[in-house]
């Protein structure tokens, strides 16, 4: 695909007509600048968002977020609401770790307070998370236990004593999905699962220790409980190997179901099933129940967090309060002018305006919690939803800066041990159990996150309220 292609309706805004294949259903539009659109037709991104134009049922538009990278299925940053009655679900419109989502704590100190202690407190974190490919965690749940956690979510850890009943509060949906059935999830995924509660994984997946560097909305940061030069840490991690094994598993029976629904897709990875047939809900309760697994695993990581503050601060700490916390790799039912809609959310964030019922009521007068955040070594944002995102992308804005470069290529132009030394330099502590993952997750190999919430709240998806500045970073 070329930018001729594409019809510019402003700035930010590009759209791919109907006519462009014929077997597009809607128009598929991308929210970009034209640097950011000319990038993402470096790799499929475009070709693929505008296979999700194809699928049956799509209501008016397959879109994509400023952060549109290549992904499985949909690109990364891709949006689809689906008509919940004749439209179809598409494990590849949510992604492999379903719920991969990021939690927002804020503390009530300042960021020179904690600098003599930062590198114990980043080690201490470390220590505490287990990070990388197939760590353990603390606890190992089987049968009626990790039942509960499937079925309850972040509740189902609260039962078990992990944290505040306060939590639930400010987590979307209270962190349990009430779809959730843990008979669709497979004993496979539940054998994955078990140990990998309070877990972090690899890749992308990080907690960070940062501090408000600058606020943009004094209304919405005061209800956020933000001020600047205020001490925050965000989590950011999903469902772990038992949310891969859902995908897998229901993606392997969506493609032997489809010959029987006559649905022919461009891209086998966009397997899917009529989301009111047999095949689409038990898929939509499996998903649920491994998105309940991932705010479960946040809460657990939150606990170990909390713990690692305390033994390195003590009292004078204090605690650490949960903002808010948000899924990137989820599809929910939702009301659009008046229609029942399933919206997938692929890389993509809901971004709720100020009213809305799934707000919590602290937040209701001025939005969403949006949190974005940007790589190692850059800013992260906090934002707050707004109604051109009510109007325009069904709730959603974007969830990151998005790569610009692969992690095999990251591996090949960065040198770990320089960046490592170079973000110390700039008073950013890096802990990771590899140089590789570190080459992998450079600041380079990312998108200019300024760009990418500037594009954001220029459409009216979202308004900035504060900008986090790393001091360090635990990695996988």
């Known amino acids: 695909m070329v930018i001729k292609d594409f019809k510019k309706i402003n700035d930010h805004l590009w759209e791919i007509s109907r006519s462009f294949r014929e077997d597009m259903r809607v128009p598929a539009r991308i929210y970009a600048t034209e640097k950011m659109l000319l990038d993402s037709l470096e790799d499929r991104s475009a070709e693929q968002l505008v296979n999700v134009a194809t699928l049956p049922g ?42 991969c989502g990021v939690r927002l704590l804020r503390s009530d100190l300042a960021a020179d307070v904690i600098l003599p202690r930062l590198n114990d407190l980043g080690g201490r974190i470390f220590a505490e998370v287990p990070s990388g490919a197939g760590r353990s965690g603390i606890l190992k749940l089987s049968g009626k236990d990790l039942d509960l956690v499937l079925k309850c979510g972040a509740r189902g850890l609260v039962a078990m004593g992990y944290e505040e009943k306060e939590d639930l509060e400010f987590i979307e949906s209270g962190g349990e999905l009430p779809d959730a059935d843990p008979a669709m999830v497979s004993s496979r995924a539940k054998t994955r699962g078990q140990d990998q509660l309070g877990t972090m994984g690899a890749g992308n997946h990080f907690v ?111 605690e650490l309060k949960t903002v808010y916390d948000v899924a990137h790799n989820l599809a929910k039912i939702e009301k659009y002018e008046s229609l029942e809609l399933l919206v997938h959310r692929k890389g993509a964030t809901g971004s709720f305006a100020k009213g809305n019922s799934e707000i919590p009521s602290r ?51 960065v040198e770990a041990r320089a960046l490592r030394e170079r973000l110390e330099a700039e008073g950013i502590y890096v802990f990771a159990g590899s140089l590789r993952g570190i080459a992998e997750e450079a600041p380079a190999a990312y998108k200019d996150i300024d760009s990418v919430v500037d594009t954001v709240e220029a459409v009216g998806m979202a308004k900035k309220v504060a900008r986090l500045r790393p001091l360090a970073v635990i990695k996988g």
């Open 208 to 318: 960070e220790v940062g501090f408000v560097e600058k606020i943009f909305s004094k209304d919405a940061a005061e209800a956020f409980g933000l001020f600047l030069g205020q001490v925050t840490v965000l989590i950011h991690t999903g469902s772990r190997g038992l949310g891969h094994q859902v995908a897998t598993d229901h993606i392997r029976t969506m493609m032997a179901a489809m010959p029987k629904y006559g649905i022919r897709i461009p891209d086998r990875e966009l397997a899917c099933a009529p989301f009111r047939s047999e095949e689409g809900q038990n898929y939509f309760k499996a998903m649920s129940a491994a998105a309940n697994f991932a705010w479960a695993n946040r809460q657990l990581i939150a606990w170990e967090v909390r713990k690692a503050w305390k033994d390195i601060l003590g009292d004078s700490g204090g």
């Open 363 to 413: 937040y209701r007068n001025v939005g969403q919690p949006v949190l974005i955040p940007g790589s190692m070594g850059t800013a992260s944002y906090i934002l707050a939803g707004a109604e051109g995102a009510m109007e325009n992308t069904f709730g959603t804005a974007a969830h990151g800066a998005g790569r610009s470069m692969s992690r095999t290529e990251a591996r090949k132009h």
């Open 58 to 99: 799509i209501y008016k538009y397959a879109l994509a977020m400023p952060d549109i990278h290549e992904g499985y299925g949909f690109p990364i940053g891709g949006v689809a609401a689906m008509d919940a009655k004749n439209g179809v679900i598409s494990p590849g419109g949510i992604g492999y770790d379903i719920n």
